[in-house]
């Protein structure tokens, strides 16, 4: 791989790595949390976007969220802070920046 590549894939680890600690750090305040992780997507959309980042984040949200609505209404799971339909309010955002992670982390490794 280029170091054009590495670079992107440490830059997508990093926003990760952001996304992970704001939560670890802020779950317990759903508001909070949310306006964060919406305005790192938003930032990383508006730094670094790449084609389909979007339609990655809204079906990461829709397929996220499906199968959370799912474990959490069949009592697999919970949520300690729910706040809309037993899951916290940042979760899909939460869903949706890590699916566009893991696609744009994937995809050198599936292109080369």
Known sequence: MNEIVNKDLLRE??????ALLLAVM?????ILLTS???LLY???QYQWSAKGDNIIY???????CTAEFIGTYLGVWTYSAPLFLNIPLWLPFAWGLVSVIIIRVSLPFIES
């Open 58 to 64: 809204i079906s990461g949200i829709l397929l996220g």
């Open 26 to 30: 802020f779950w317990e305040n759903n």
């Open 13 to 18: 680890l990093v926003i990760f790595a952001i």
């Open 42 to 44: 938003l930032t990383r």
């Open 36 to 38: 964060l992780l919406v």
